[in-house]
């Protein structure tokens, strides 16, 4: 029995439907799955439609780009109230962001004398949480770029000419805003980030867990933050961050979390949704 907690669909940059998603879980025997779009949580009503359909446990998600000092990190919000009023304004102030940061860095493309169209990345993205690789697959719809790569290389990627950095929530404002609905916040891929030195002061923030298994960890970096969640006391998540096929195949299916990882993760939910009743 395993699971999926990193996952990604058409409603952030993902490119799958929450069906599809659910499909491709169902096949592989996923017995639980976690939607995690950046910034929203718009697609979690029909991916638990589906997940129930096909008898898998669903956990409604997020994951939020928040900042701690100079640093950039994901913080994934799990099992909240996906109505919640706060977190909902919340979630629409930084899609309008990165609605705004996209038609910045389509200007900036413009400006190097690439004539890309920004109606043609809204049109493409067709989602209220655009983002960098919604600008990536329009430039090579276009013709303009001869590959995603190629996009983020001459454009896209942090320090590249039209690259925008996107103003973001603190990493302490992420966990307690994910508290407050009820959730529990995990550091996203740190092995991606490399921050380690901020993990203790976002521990005595309240954050819950660690994504020690992702895709893009080696073996070696899984086991040592496998040891920092023993250090802490914190949970142990993982996931493939799947955002559709990846050079023709999904990458659902690479990451299999054991099933009692997720009985952990639903037992500290279970006690933070006593402690926010009875406030
Ligand atoms: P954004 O949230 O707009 O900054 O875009 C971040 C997303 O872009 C990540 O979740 C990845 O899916 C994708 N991404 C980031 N860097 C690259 C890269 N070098 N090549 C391809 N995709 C990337
Ligand atoms: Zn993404
Ligand atoms: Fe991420
Ligand atoms: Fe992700």
């Not at 389509?106 to 400006?111: G, K, L, M």
Request: charged share 20%; glycine share 8%.
């Amino acid at each position: 029995m395993f699971a999926d907690l990193h996952l990604h669909t058409f409603f952030s940059d993902g490119t799958f439907s929450p069906e599809e998603v659910v499909a491709h879980g169902k096949q592989l025997g996923f017995a639980c799955l976690a939607l995690t779009d950046h910034d929203t949580v718009e697609g979690c009503d029909r991916m638990a439609a589906a997940c129930a359909t096909e008898h898998i446990e669903f956990i409604p998600g997020s994951e939020l780009t928040a900042e701690f000092g100079d640093h950039e990190l994901h913080i994934l919000g799990y099992g909240f109230d996906t109505k919640h009023p706060h977190l909902l304004s919340e979630l629409a102030k930084f899609q309008s962001v990165r609605q705004n940061r996209i038609r910045e860095m389509v200007a900036r493309i413009n400006e190097l004398g690439t004539p890309l169209n920004v109606d043609e990345v809204f049109a493409l993205a067709n989602c209220r949480a655009p983002g960098r690789p919604h600008v990536a697959r329009a430039l090579v719809k276009a013709g303009l770029c001869a590959s995603l790569d190629e996009a983020f290389e001459l454009f896209l990627k942090k320090h590249r000419p039209a690259w925008v950095p996107k103003a973001k929530m603190s990493a302490l404002e992420a966990i307690t805003l994910i508290h407050e609905a009820g959730g529990l916040a995990v550091m996203a891929h740190p092995g991606l980030n490399r921050c380690d030195e901020v993990i203790p002061e976002l521990v005595k923030a309240g954050l819950d867990g660690i994504e020690v298994y992702h895709t893009k960890h080696t073996n070696n970096t899984a086991a040592h933050y496998l040891n920092i969640t023993k250090q802490y006391g914190l949970l142990v998540t993982g996931g493939s961050d799947c955002h559709g096929l990846s050079k023709g195949k999904p990458l659902i299916g690479g990451i299999k979390l054991p099933i009692h990882y997720v009985h952990k993760l639903q037992q500290a939910l279970a006690k933070r949704r006593e402690t926010s009743n009875t406030k």
